[in-house]
T-cell receptor, first 120, second 115 residues
Framework: GNSVTQMEGPVTLSEEAFLTINCTYTATGYPSLFWYVQYPGEGLQLLLKATKADDKGSNKGFEATYRKETTSFHLEKGSVQVSDSAVYFCALSDNPLLGVSGGGADGLTFGKGTHLIIQP | DSGVTQTPKHLITATGQRVTLRCSPRSGDLSVYWYQQSLDQGLQFLIQYYNGEERAKGNILERFSAQQFPDLHSELNLSSLELGDSALYFC??????????????FGEGSRLTVL
């Protein structure tokens, strides 16, 4: 079955440091890949996504590139801020096509999450 | 604000009891998903409903059940509760069966504590 593996935290960095959170996946076919973020006391929210190989998702200074050859989707940010402190989840969907019906679960498969702490 | 509403936010109960968690999806979303988040298991997909019908089932225990009503709100019923059921239960919604490339909108969760 599908699975997502990501580095477990906590990851502690100083403000303005470079961030990388590793994520690798196992899936059949060609999944879509996502990073979700969970701020304290809140639900998860989509940070960025990529739907095919070599796509780069980006949002709020974060980037991740869909690498099919290494089955990876690492999250990066050039200069983190205290406000980036949160838990980050890598996820995949094996039903990527809009409007496709029939067969397969539509629920995303999530990694266990990486707790990121940014110190001023 | 994601537009997904979950109640109650916190719930404390005893082993053997039964509880019901409620979720109202974003306006216009037809799919509702339930997830369980615990420290040891991470975020586990439980079940999905689409327009009133069960669409996909994940790691949901037989003691748990769910349904989606005609007005599209959903309820997750947890019975014969055990200590290990203590967790944060999230509801999420999306527009269609495939969720627009999988983008889900999450509520703030219902924290269940079983004593």
């Amino acid at each position: 079955g599908n699975s997502v593996t990501q580095m477990e935290g906590p990851v502690t960095l100083s403000e303005e440091a470079f961030l990388t959170i590793n994520c690798t996946y196992t899936a059949t076919g060609y999944p879509s890949l996502f990073w979700y973020v969970q701020y304290p006391g809140e639900g998860l929210q989509l940070l960025l996504k990529a739907t095919k190989a070599d796509d780069k998702g980006s949002n709020k200074g974060f980037e991740a590139t869909y690498r099919k050859e290494t089955t990876s989707f690492h999250l990066e940010k050039g200069s983190v801020q205290v406000s980036d402190s949160a838990v980050y989840f890598c996820a995949l969907s094996d039903n990527p096509l809009l409007g496709v019906s029939g067969g397969g679960a539509d629920g995303l498969t999530f990694g266990k999450g990486t707790h990121l702490i940014i110190q001023p | 604000d994601s537009g997904v509403t979950q109640t109650p936010k916190h719930l404390i109960t005893a082993t053997g009891q039964r509880v019901t968690l409620r979720c109202s999806p974003r306006s216009g979303d037809l799919s509702v998903y339930w997830y369980q988040q615990s420290l040891d298991q991470g975020l586990q997909f439980l079940i999905q409903y689409y327009n009133g019908e069960e669409r996909a089932k994940g790691n949901i225990l037989e003691r748990f059940s769910a349904q989606q009503f005609p007005d599209l709100h959903s309820e997750l019923n947890l019975s014969s509760l055990e200590l290990g059921d203590s967790a944060l239960y999230f509801c999420a919604s999306s527009v269609g069966t495939s969720g627009y490339f999988g983008e889900l909108f999450f509520g703030e969760g219902s924290r269940l504590t079983v004593l």
